[in-house]
């Protein structure tokens, strides 16, 4: 049985029922379950008469298997979804209420959300439970030809999260791209790191159900402590390590850890990848592929892709992030990287002057504008820098100019901004210099206002790991904050 994306339903093939499908903390599914709690949540819906639902549903919870099946139910029942995981503080989750009109939460934890005017649904296994009721509208015109299957919101820099739409058909070319370039099968086990918030997680929670392979999920406290995660790889006999270069950095041990010996590829997407892990991992791993890829989620994941063989290790240093995938192509327009193709999404929801900028057309096809600097040789694509003020820190994507924004909002705040600190061109963390409003004193508790506040409206990731306060803001010659002058002043104070 696997997830057949063309048909948008389950079909019979060679993968028995009663192979695992499913584990996260509390429960295993093999197949066969999983596809009848995809069924009967399914079966929910149409008896509610919600399959015709007009607007998409925020999916909420963190690491439950409940997300996977509401997830393979909504696909099926032409639903999109926004997965937001728990991490999210409310505010951010109501600027994403309010730039999609959500009206149904799917809550796949034991706490009500209670968003204003939402009918709000529990899923626990075959159980459902109504957590609260309001007005729903539902679609009366046909299904889209091609429907989305999610949003998901990343950092913006105006200060609100901006929502990629990804469609059917960008989905379907990603897993036919997993299921025949990748050499995965149904006997791997994908493990899962990444919260499914972030695009990265599709890797895994998409291509199991086109492969029928089995899904892994570890929740934050298993993925913040090795040791557990480790075991939990060693027990289940994870094959597919799928991780942004930084997260398997912080695995100081993961050179050769006996736990990891069942691990078969090491996929990795989202930073640089340095050669000093590729190669690490190379000789640690012997019968291990490496992957490195590339690609923003405004292009569904990934876009390029190379195996690093010893042979390219030996050529490059900084290693290409790969070949496009079939029938998507990658164009250098002014030394920014230009995606072509089915997998770019159809624009950020309600953003149409950002759309207008940065997605275009192409001789008919869909194209996005990275924003990312890089050249092709080889007829491999290489990496160099972005163009603007996002950044990665510890493998999250992140606008500089969000948590600004965010700081300026402050009343007591007259302006600020925030800068990355980088050793060896890898971002190590961000600050923020901020000048107060008039007679404020820079005390302590101004400190902690600041961060109480973002955090808010702020994931944890987003929030600085250090304030400055400064009597004026430097300016450059075009009149913005000087942000070389903000880091020397700032390493000056530290
Ligand atoms: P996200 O949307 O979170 O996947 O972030 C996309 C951005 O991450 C890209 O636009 C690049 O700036 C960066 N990125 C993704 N993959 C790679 C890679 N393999 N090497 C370097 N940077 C990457």
Redo the contacts with the bound molecule.
């Keep these: 049985m696997r997830f057949c994306f063309q048909e948008k339903d389950f079909t019979e093939h060679s993968i028995t029922p009663d192979r695992l499908a499913l584990i996260d903390h509390d429960r295993t599914l093999t197949w066969h379950q999983f596809k009848a709690e995809v069924n009967s949540i399914c079966s929910f819906f149409i008896e509610n008469n919600w399959d015709t639902l007009a607007k998409p549903v925020i999916l909420y919870g963190h690491k439950q298997a409940e997300m996977i099946t509401t997830i393979y139910a909504l696909m099926k029942l032409k639903i999109a979804y926004i997965p937001v995981d728990v991490i999210f503080p409310e505010q951010r989750i109501l600027a994403i209420q309010n730039v999609v009109g959500v009206e149904m939460v799917i809550n796949c934890t034991n706490q009500p959300l209670n968003l204003e005017n939402t009918t709000e649904l529990q899923i626990k296994g075959h159980e459902f439970q109504l957590f609260r009721e309001r007005k729903l509208t539902f679609s009366q015109t046909p299904v889209a030809s091609d429907p989305l299957i999610y949003i998901i919101f ?1 950092s913006g820099s105006t200060g609100e999260p901006k929502g990629v739409q990804i469609t059917t058909e960008a989905i379907q070319t990603f897993t036919e791209w997993m299921k025949n370039d990748f050499g995965f099968t149904a006997d791997d086990v994908f493990i899962n790191i990444a919260l499914f918030s ?3 997680s599709v890797y895994e929670v998409m291509s199991f159900g086109a492969i029928g392979s089995t899904l892994l999920l570890n929740d934050k406290a298993t993925t913040e402590n090795p040791d557990a995660l480790l075991e939990r790889v060693e027990k289940y006999k994870g094959s597919i390590w799928v991780s942004t270069p930084s997260f398997s950095l912080t695995y100081s041990r993961i050179g050769a850890v006996p736990q990891l010996n069942s691990i078969q590829y090491f996929l ?6 340095p050669h000093s892990l590729a190669a690490k991992l190379f000789d640690s791993f012997k019968d291990a592929v490496i992957y ?7 292009a569904t994941v ?1 876009t390029t892709m190379v195996a690093v063989t010893q042979e390219i290790l030996d050529l490059y240093n900084p290693l290409p ?1 790969g070949y496009p995938k079939p029938e998507s192509q990658i164009l250098i327009e002014n030394e920014e990287i230009v995606i072509v193709g089915d997998n770019v999404s159809i624009g950020y929801l309600n953003r149409p002057e950002l759309n207008a900028d940065k997605f275009i057309l192409i001789d008919g096809k869909r194209a996005y504008k ?3 600097c890089g050249y092709l040789q080889d007829g491999m694509l290489f ?1 160099s820098a ?1 163009t603007d003020n ?1 950044i ?1 820190l510890h493998g999250y ?1 992140i606008e500089l100019d969000e948590i600004t924004s965010k700081i300026n909002d402050i009343d007591f705040v007259l302006q600020a901004e925030t800068i990355a600190l980088r050793r060896n061109g890898e971002v190590k963390k961000i600050v923020s210099l901020v000048q107060l409003a008039p007679n404020i004193e820079s005390q302590l508790d101004v400190k902690e206002s600041i961060i109480q506040s973002l955090t808010k409206s702020l994931p944890p990731y987003m929030i600085p790991s250090d304030f400055k306060f400064i009597e004026r803001m430097p300016l450059n010659q075009n009149g913005k904050a000087d942000k070389k002058e903000l880091e020397r002043v700032y390493l000056e104070r530290t």
């Design positions: 990343t972030f695009d990265l990795f997407c989202g930073e640089t990848l490195n890829t590339y690609g923003p989620t405004e990934a992030v990275t924003g990312d990496f972005r996002q990665k994507r």
